[in-house]
């Protein structure tokens, strides 16, 4: 079973929905390489494409919460961190060995939950802010960072 994105998963931050549906089509594909028996061939670039990915991504948002002064950035940011040191404590256990399906499962398991917890939780408070803040400087902002 794969894991789609759903209208329902937008922050109404058109740039950010972009990345977060990028983040869904990866797993997405995982989820499939996980069905089809080759979850464990496809884990190393999974997991070098979010470490690089995600922290451009939450950079960005980052970005565009300080541009706007929103008042949760360091919750959020710290949010942020929780998931990279998960990400890197996954990396750690495959390095130490090889790719078992259970390591396969359980990578699946925290991103797709942290994906959509983060996204539904926490993003969704942020994109409510910023459209509340939109205006043309924001729409400019957005083109200079996007």
């Given amino acids: ?7 329902e998963f937008r922050i109404g931050v058109q740039e950010i929905d972009a990345q977060h549906q990028e983040l869904f089509t990866r797993l997405d594909r995982f989820a499939g390489a996980i069905e089809q028996g ?3 061939s ?4 999974l997991l070098k494409f979010l470490d690089d990915y995600t922290r451009r991504h939450f950079m960005a948002e980052e ?19 929780k998931f990279l040191k998960k ?4 990396a750690e256990r495959l390095a130490q060995g090889e790719a078992t399906d259970g390591l396969v499962r359980l990578t699946r398991e925290v991103l797709q939950q942290w994906l959509i917890q983060h996204i539904c939780q926490v993003d969704k ?3 409510a802010f910023v459209i509340e803040q939109r205006n043309a400087e924001w729409e400019q902002w957005l083109r ?3």
Avoid: C, S
């Avoid at 496809?42 to 670039?45: F, G, I, R, S």
């Avoid at 565009?64 to 940011?77: N, S, T």
């Fill in 1 to 7: 079973m794969g894991i789609i994105w759903k209208k």
């Fill in 38 to 40: 080759e979850g464990g």
């Fill in 42 to 45: 496809q884990l190393t670039a």
């Fill in 63 to 81: 970005n565009l919460q300080r541009h706007f002064k929103y008042p949760h950035l360091e919750m959020h940011a710290a949010e942020h961190r």
């Fill in 87 to 90: 990400l890197e404590g996954l």
């Fill in 125 to 127: 408070v942020l994109g």
């Fill in 144 to 146: 200079d960072h996007f």
